[in-house]
């Protein structure tokens, strides 16, 4: 009894023995990729996949600052647009923008002077009181401003066509390894006026040691257009978020120079209505003066009589709200 029972026991341990060395022998041959080889494998790449996701995460959370950033940055710059475009331009401004060099009590000085010259000659032209003064108050007031304002409208479209090219010269400048700021210097140099003389101001801000960030807001406030609007918020935008300054710049000088492109065109296309505004415009002052030629008792009438001061006022009236319609009509903006 002993005897069959030690031997029942050898047995089932050593079929015991063969079925594991034969599991061993088949899992080591049909699953090689369970092996050690494969685990290892295996885990490097979850290793390097979480650190790809790691780094995907901190690059994504990255971007979402940079964004926040750059979206707080365009909406303090919009809401200081828009306060300066609610506030009145002052005449001091309005003369450093039109590229003159007296202040506002020369400005005012040669104002009167104008007004008294109106008057005068008003007055020696053989015209009523009432309405030499009027002329007066037209010179005191009117000429001068009018003036003013279409010398800062050339200066500005003249700063439109050159800034483009100063933009050029930055990108090229950077990308051949200089600073910004070395750029600026350049640009100051290379372009003609007036775009030198604005790029020599923030060269001068800059050497002061006020930071590029708040130097060339101030361009946009000296010259108050969208190219200048367009510099300083790719400025600001690369120095507080980084980026491929010269990429941006590039693109910003191709968009200018489309918009350029745009004016012109436009301006070509509606020269024709403008032309026939200016005429219309002008035709009821030319037969007046024609018939004050020929005769000048007919027309005196009209300047002697209160009827006919009257009509006259009512008459300019009427022209002025076509002259504003007119205009509104022929102007686009772009």
């Given at each position: ?17 063969v ?7 088949a ?11 494969y ?39 919009e ?24 202040t ?30 009027g ?26 066509a050159?800034?483009?090219n ?6 090229r ?5 200089l ?14 006026e ?32 969208p190219?200048?609007?367009?510099f ?10 980084g980026g ?32 026939s ?7 009821p ?25 009257m ?11 076509g ?12």
């Open positions: 009894m002993d005897f069959i029972s030690s031997d029942l026991i050898f047995t089932i341990a050593l079929f015991l023995l079925v594991f060395a034969v599991l061993g022998i899992w080591g041959l049909f699953y090689p990729k369970l092996s050690k080889n685990s290892r494998d295996q885990r490097m790449q979850a290793v390097a996949l979480s650190r790809v996701q790691i780094s995907d995460k901190r690059m994504r959370a990255a971007s979402a600052d940079r964004r926040k950033d750059i979206e707080a940055n365009l909406k303090q710059m809401n200081q647009q828009k306060k300066g475009k609610n506030k009145k331009q002052s005449l001091s401004s309005r003369l450093d923008q039109a590229g003159l060099t007296i506002t009590r020369q400005f005012w000085i040669y104002s009167m002077i104008s007004g008294a010259v109106c008057f005068l000659g008003a007055l020696l032209g053989g015209l009523n009181t009432i309405v030499a003064l002329v007066g108050i037209v010179g005191l007031v009117g000429l001068p401003h009018f003036w003013v304002a279409r010398k800062r409208k050339k200066r500005l479209q003249r700063f439109i050159e800034f483009p100063a933009v050029d010269v930055i990108v400048g950077i990308k051949t390894g600073p910004l700021g070395d750029c600026l210097v350049i640009a100051a140099s290379e372009t003609s007036p775009v030198r003389s604005e790029f020599r101001r923030l060269v001068d801000e800059q050497a002061m040691g006020l930071p590029l960030a708040k130097v060339v807001p101030r361009l946009h406030q000296r010259i108050p257009l190219e200048t609007n367009f300083a918020i790719v400025i600001i935008i690369q120095t507080q978020a491929s300054l010269s990429e941006a710049l590039g693109n910003l000088s191709r968009v200018l120079r489309a918009r350029a492109q745009m004016k012109e065109k436009v301006s070509a296309m509606s020269m024709e209505a403008k032309a505004a200016a005429i219309i415009g002008a035709m002052f030319v037969i007046a003066f024609l018939i004050y030629l020929t005769n000048s008792s007919f027309i005196m009438i009209m300047f002697e009589e209160t009827m006919g001061l009509m006259l006022g009512a008459a300019l009236a009427w022209m002025l709200i002259v504003l319609v007119m205009k509104t009509m022929i102007s686009f903006d772009i």
